[in-house]
């Protein structure tokens, strides 16, 4: 089936928005013109291992990469390694990793496709498992794959020549790992690969390899890392400097405002489609003072949250963060707590307060709004505690429960609470 194709000039300027490395770039131009007159699309693809169930921002990165060639009309494959995801990438760790088994591998794969096609477009998709060929592979088929290969080329990876320096165990699996994936890019007949810049090295050996038996060799497209919301290390759900693309919109929303100035624009680049020349220019007016780097901000925060929950919800997030953090006002919905008098006491679900009338700390404490009494008044001696909008910085203060009544709350910046007492 052959297809039109947009000129080249045209499809590198798309493809090389945000791009870290293209090796060899003289090699890409050089097979999308070849597309380009024979109307037969590339075959680009992405190996991901499901080592964990969920997908952040810090994922998406390559990701989008991979639409971006579907989107000019290449085959996106999408390979999950569900075999080599029992081995383990060795890249960036600096001790051997722990095996998963087949049963956790396949409950990740399945939620990683649920996920992945919220930007992927599924009909377009070629889906693939490197179980197909590599649970296929015999002793003898190892051992002539490790003949292609020498291990002083291999050692030369960082990672390993660094636990080499500090007396740090290597398993012999872990050199494996970039032959046997390079099988995948063999099988697939593969025109381009993608990856982070950390898989560089897995790139390059798939690329050598694919040479040694006899294909053209792929080219490899490294994408940056992207950095957490703290601006300094990689996004990382370990780390906590994270945004997950199933979190609700408001959490997205609010952790995409948090980050810096500066880091925002390395995520305009690497998470939305907003042209080089456009974002250029939107920079300049920033630095111009012509527009506010919160303004734009939210703009960013709203553009990723739409890509994952839809146009509707992200204006519904930037509504209640306008509501909630430069407006100071409370959420239109928030959690309750109810409370209850009788005989002269007030009560919760869980038991007796006591007296109609305690301090909040200690009410705060006793509805494990806070960790203890201490804390609770240190929050409040700070300035952090609100009561249906006005400060509340004695921590002598007491809650007045002798009536029927409703209480907004505000714990620290981002913590809202209603009170009801009926």
Same mark, same amino acid.
């Given at each position: 089936m052959t297809?039109?194709?947009?000129?080249? !000039?045209?499809? @590198?300027e798309?493809?090389g928005k945000?791009v870290?490395e293209i090796?060899?770039e003289t090699e890409?131009?050089e097979?999308?013109e070849t597309s380009?007159?024979?109307?037969?699309?590339?075959r680009?693809?992405?190996?991901?291992?499901?080592t964990?169930?969920?997908?952040?921002?810090?994922?998406?990165?390559?990701?989008?990469?991979?639409?971006?060639?579907?989107?000019l009309g290449h085959?996106?494959i999408?390979?999950?390694?569900?075999f080599?995801?029992m081995i383990g990438d060795?890249?960036g760790q600096?001790?051997?990793?722990?095996?998963? $088994?087949?049963e956790?591998?396949?409950?990740?794969?399945?939620?990683?496709?649920?996920?992945?096609?919220?930007?992927?477009?599924?009909?377009k998709?070629e889906?693939?498992?490197? $179980?197909?060929?590599?649970d296929?592979q015999?002793?003898?088929?190892i051992?002539?794959?490790?003949?292609?290969?020498?291990?002083?080329r291999?050692l030369?990876?960082?990672?390993?020549?660094?636990?080499l320096e500090?007396?740090?165990?290597?398993?012999v699996?872990e050199?494996l790992?970039p032959?046997?994936t390079a099988?995948?890019a063999v099988?697939l007949k593969? !025109?381009?690969?993608?990856g982070?810049?950390?898989?560089?090295?897995?790139?390059?050996?798939?690329r050598?390899?694919?040479?040694?038996?006899?294909?053209p060799?792929?080219?490899?497209l490294?994408?940056p890392?992207?950095v957490?919301?703290?601006?300094q290390r990689?996004m990382s759900? $370990?780390?906590?400097n994270?945004?997950?693309i199933t979190?609700?919109?408001?959490a997205?929303?609010?952790k995409?405002?948090?980050i810096?100035?500066?880091?925002m624009?390395?995520?305009?680049d690497?998470?939305?489609?907003v042209?080089?020349a456009e974002?250029l220019?939107l920079?300049?007016?920033?630095?111009?003072?012509?527009?506010?780097?919160?303004?734009?901000?939210?703009e960013l925060?709203?553009r990723i949250?739409?890509?994952?929950?839809?146009?509707?919800?992200?204006a519904q997030?930037?509504e209640?963060f306008?509501?909630?953090?430069r407006?100071?006002?409370?959420?239109?919905?928030?959690?309750?707590?109810? @409370?209850?008098r009788r005989?002269?006491? @007030?009560?919760?679900?869980?038991g007796v307060?006591g007296?109609l009338?305690?301090k909040w700390?200690?009410?705060?404490?006793?509805?494990?709004? $806070?960790?203890?009494?201490?804390?609770a008044?240190? @929050?409040?001696?700070?300035g952090g505690?609100?009561v249906?909008n006005?400060?509340? !910085?004695?921590?002598?203060?007491?809650?007045?429960?002798?009536a029927?009544?409703s209480?907004?709350?505000r714990?620290?910046?981002k913590?809202?609470l209603?009170?009801?007492?009926?």
């Open positions: 297809q039109a194709f947009q000129p080249v !000039d045209a499809q @590198l798309y493809i945000g870290a090796i060899p890409l131009r097979k999308l380009r007159k024979s109307g037969k699309p590339l680009v693809y992405l190996g991901v291992d499901p964990a169930p969920d997908i952040h921002l810090g994922h998406t990165v390559v990701l989008r990469k991979l639409k971006h060639f579907q989107d085959t996106a999408f390979l999950i390694g569900d080599s995801a060795p890249t600096s001790e051997t990793r722990p095996p998963l $088994s087949r956790e591998v396949d409950a990740n794969s399945k939620t990683y496709l649920a996920q992945v096609f919220k930007i992927l477009d599924q009909q998709t889906v693939r498992y490197n $179980s197909e060929w590599l296929k015999s002793s003898y088929d051992v002539r794959l490790c003949g292609r290969y020498r291990l002083a291999m030369e990876r960082e990672d390993f020549r660094s636990r500090k007396g740090q165990p290597i398993s699996h050199l790992y032959l046997l099988l995948d099988n593969t !025109d381009v690969e993608l982070a810049t950390e898989q560089k090295f897995n790139l390059l050996v798939h050598e390899i694919q040479r040694e038996y006899g294909l060799g792929e080219v490899a490294t994408m890392i992207l957490g919301l703290d601006g990689k759900k $370990s780390l906590g994270y945004v997950g979190e609700p919109p408001d997205m929303f609010g995409l405002m948090s810096s100035d500066e880091l624009w390395s995520y305009y690497l998470l939305t489609d042209p080089v974002l220019a920079r300049a007016a920033v630095e111009r003072g012509v527009r506010h780097p919160m303004e734009v901000k939210m925060a709203a949250v739409a890509d994952f929950h839809g146009a509707k919800a992200a997030a930037a209640q306008q509501r909630v953090f407006d100071r006002a409370a959420p239109a919905e928030m959690p309750e707590i109810r @409370l209850f005989n002269g006491s @007030l009560e919760h679900a869980e307060i007296t009338t305690p700390c200690q009410l705060l404490a006793y509805l494990r709004q $806070s960790e203890s009494v201490a804390v008044t240190r @929050l409040i001696e700070q505690f609100e249906n006005r400060l509340v !910085d004695d921590p002598a203060a007491r809650f007045d429960g002798s029927p009544g209480y907004d709350l714990l620290g910046k913590k809202y209603r009170l009801i007492v009926e």
